[in-house]
């Protein structure tokens, strides 16, 4: 995870969203769908501010 900020403001940069794992969508793979995330340090960042509706998360 990049910890870096951007000159001290609350901007989160791409890498410090999420260490993408890419889940391989199979007939098996179950996703749920959350407008919202929270980040191991207890952020809670919206997708709506990412261009999104919502964040696809794989379970199994």
């Not at 901007?11 to 959350?34: G, H, L, M, Q, S």
């Amino acid at each position: 995870m990049n910890n870096e900020r951007n000159n001290g403001t609350n901007e989160i940069k791409t890498n410090d969203v999420i260490n993408e794992t890419v889940a391989i969508e199979t007939p098996e793979t179950k996703f749920i769908f959350r407008p919202y995330m929270t980040l191991k340090d207890g952020r809670v960042i919206w997708a709506r501010n990412y261009g999104k509706r919502a964040f696809k998360i794989p379970v199994a």
